[in-house]
């Protein structure tokens, strides 16, 4: 345990630093740009499922064009909302859900982004990592932690954890790791996985913590 968190700490003050200069994701740029709005945060986050963060910019940006809160969007059809958010991936789900989603926030919530783990989890298309980035830009949660895969894959790969899905990444990486360093978590191994740790041939050679790093798993690296 002592290992473990001692290591979170060192990884973690480098990747502070060298994020800098990184493109952010998606949802975190949305999320500066809105204010944290969280009905803005919540959508694009939705939207932003297994689908790359310039996509997942460019129909956030032409959805709220149109719609900005939870009333606006249900008088939208499905097909409309389909055809604005369209190519993020499984589209016709996303669209479902959203309209279906923001129907629940006008009966149930008055309008309003409910700000607990509970409430949220009623909406559909909103699993845990979609509630815990909520939580985390919107309501300055400082007890989540959002895993999505970059999240997954890199906290294995540095021997933080040794789970097989998101959601037991996220019950470990609490037990694992110092409570300061959770609301960062998602923002800098999210930025580095996009950057430099990806999936497949992880830029290892340019790795600022290549030294920290046991690289479990990774067979080949990339250029």
Known sequence: MHHTSGHVAIVMRALGRAID????????????NSQEDP???????MLSAQTRD???A????????????????????????LDLIYPVSFYRNKATHVKAACRILVDRFNGRVPSTMEELLTLPGVG????????????????????DTHVHRISNRLGWVQ???????????YKRTSARWWPYINLYLVTWGQNVCRP????????????HCPQLGVERVGK
């Open 163 to 173: 789970t097989r899905t998101p959601d037991e990444t996220e019950q470990a990486l």
């Open 200 to 211: 497949l041939y992880p830029r290892c050679g340019g790795c600022l913590i290549r030294p």
């Open 54 to 56: 310039a996509v997942t």
């Open 128 to 147: 845990r990592k979609t509630a815990n980035l909520v939580l985390i830009l919107s309501f300055r949660s400082r007890k989540n932690i959002c895993v």
């Open 21 to 32: 200069d990184l493109e952010l994701p998606a949802v975190e740029k949305i999320a500066a």
């Open 39 to 45: 009905f803005e945060v919540l959508i694009a986050t």
């Open 58 to 81: 460019a129909a956030s940006g032409r959805l709220f064009k149109v719609a900005r809160t939870p009333e606006t969007m249900t008088k939208l059809t499905e097909k409309r909302i």
